[in-house]
């Protein structure tokens, strides 16, 4: 996928990495998944919040799409500093 990525004229201006990943789904989700139950996660008003907050609802769920929470688990992690971000 990632070589289809970089080969697409859209994305000439983006830079796309891999990230290995080495803890599954669940897990890469404790850590932002415990502090929104504290309430300490905000989120910011829009369409998509519905579809967000049904698909954590549900998580872990084998067959029920989880991209939404494997995206806010990543972006949590590099935020915190537990994953190395690059800017070129």
């Known amino acids: 996928m990632i070589s289809d990525l970089r080969r697409d004229p859209a994305a ?7 990230v290995p990943v080495t803890l599954d789904k669940a897990t890469r989700a404790g850590p ?3 502090r929104a139950a504290g309430g300490l996660v905000s989120l910011v008003e829009g369409a998509w919040i519905g579809g967000f907050l049904d698909e954590c609802e549900v998580f872990p769920c084998e067959g029920l799409h989880d991209d939404q929470v494997d995206a806010v688990s990543g972006g949590y992690a590099m935020v915190a500093g537990r994953r190395k971000v690059r800017f070129l």
Do not use: P, R, T, V
């Open 32 to 34: 932002w998944a415990s």
């Open 12 to 18: 000439a201006f983006h830079c796309i990495e891999a």
